[in-house]
T-cell receptor, first 111, second 112 residues
Framework: ETGVTQTPRHLVMGMTNKKSLKCEQHLGHNAMYWYKQSAKKPLELMFVYNFKEQTENNSVPSRFSPECPNSSHLFLHLHTLQPEDSALYLC??????????FGPGTRLTVL | QQQVKQSPQSLIVQKGGISIINCAYENTAFDYFPWYQQFPGKGPALLIAIRPDVSEKKEGRFTISFNKSAKQFSLHIMDSQPGDSATYFCAASDPGTYKYIFGTGTRLKVLA
């Protein structure tokens, strides 16, 4: 997949660790998103950035900290996570409010 | 009012059969309805999408039927193949925002 890439693909971390997820989009889009995907639940929108500015924070706990240095890159900084934060974290991008295109996700396990 | 209800949760279909997945919504302001297909270990990929001014859209073996008055839309997969085995998500776009409201997903298994 060359449209939206995410690294790492898998991450195991302890509750006291600090780690970061990276997303890069090669589609020339201006909006980027973080979603959380848990089993048997709808995709949960976490954050939205449009032209590097955060436009949506869906009541996400402060242990998740997003960063968007430019329209092509998006990070999710993680610290002092809980086991219930284990999930697939998906990045997506779109041109304005158009169709969203997803990356392959990072499978996060918090021990 | 912001929910999108998707059914069934899982579906088993014989090869060559028709797979039908249904979604219902409440917010009549929703203006774009995409379907996504997700294989294990992959992110969701856009399959087909429709706007409410159209009652049906077909792309190959995939068809969306849209019933505006009933506030329902469905995905039909004709001549289902084992390679179609995946999880399918419907979504609705909250107009003028960046929000998609997703259904809970349908796990489809097509038997060879």
């Amino acid at each position: 997949e060359t449209g939206v890439t995410q690294t790492p693909r898998h991450l195991v971390m302890g509750m006291t660790n600090k780690k970061s997820l990276k997303c890069e989009q090669h589609l020339g889009h201006n909006a980027m998103y973080w979603y959380k995907q848990s089993a048997k639940k709808p995709l949960e929108l976490m954050f939205v950035y449009n032209f590097k500015e955060q436009t949506e924070n869906n009541s996400v706990p402060s242990r998740f900290s997003p960063e968007c240095p430019n329209s092509s890159h998006l990070f999710l900084h993680l610290h002092t996570l809980q086991p219930e934060d284990s999930a697939l974290y998906l990045c997506a991008s779109s041109q304005e409010v158009g169709t969203q295109y997803f990356g392959p996700g990072t499978r996060l396990t918090v021990l | 009012q912001q929910q999108v209800k998707q059914s069934p949760q899982s579906l088993i279909v014989q090869k060559g059969g028709i797979s039908i997945i249904n979604c219902a919504y409440e917010n009549t302001a929703f203006d774009y309805f995409p379907w996504y297909q997700q294989f294990p270990g992959k992110g969701p990929a856009l399959l087909i999408a429709i706007r409410p001014d159209v009652s049906e859209k077909k792309e190959g073996r995939f068809t969306i039927s849209f019933n505006k008055s009933a506030k329902q839309f469905s995905l039909h997969i004709m001549d289902s193949q084992p390679g179609d085995s995946a999880t399918y998500f419907c979504a609705a776009s909250d107009p003028g925002t960046y929000k998609y409201i997703f259904g809970t997903g349908t796990r489809l298994k097509v038997l060879a």
